[in-house]
C-alpha cells in the first residue's frame, strides 16, 4: 500500500509565492521520477515539472523560471516552489511518482489534488 498526500495549496493573489509538498508512504522500497501536474475544468491534466533521482530536472514553457521542483529522498517527498504566480496558473495541482514497492513491483501514484487559485 503506498500513499501520497499533497500539502500547500490556497489563494494567493498574482505576483505571490506558493509552496506545494507531496510525502510518499507506505511500502516504498525505490522511488524514480516524481512531478507535479496540473488541472482546470473542462481541460486535460497537463504536466508542470518532473525531476528524476539524479535531480535532472524538466519543466513547461510556461511556467520555466518561476517554479522550481524539488526532491528530498531522505523523506520521500517532492516539492513545488511556485513563484510570480500568474492568474492563469489558477488549478488543481497533483503530484505524480513512480514507486517500486517491497514486493518489486513498481507503478505509478498519483496525490489526491490540491486547489491553487491565483487572484488578479
Known amino acids: 500500500q503506498v500513499q501520497l498526500v499533497e500539502s500547500g495549496g490556497g489563494l494567493v493573489q498574482a505576483g505571490g509565492s506558493v509552496r506545494l509538498s507531496c510525502a510518499a508512504s507506505?511500502?516504498?522500497?525505490?522511488?524514480?521520477?516524481m512531478g507535479w501536474y496540473r488541472q482546470v475544468p473542462g481541460k486535460q491534466r497537463e504536466l508542470v515539472a518532473t525531476i528524476t533521482r539524479g535531480d535532472r530536472t524538466s519543466y513547461a514553457d510556461s511556467v520555466e523560471g518561476r517554479f522550481t521542483i524539488s526532491r528530498d529522498n531522505a523523506k520521500n517527498t517532492v516539492y513545488l516552489q511556485m513563484n510570480n504566480l500568474k492568474p492563469e496558473d489558477t488549478a488543481v495541482y497533483y503530484c505524480n511518482v513512480v514507486i517500486g514497492t517491497i514486493s518489486e513491483r513498481w507503478g505509478i501514484y498519483w496525490g489526491q489534488g490540491t486547489q491553487v487559485t491565483v487572484s488578479s
Open positions: 507506505g511500502n516504498i522500497f525505490s522511488i524514480s521520477t
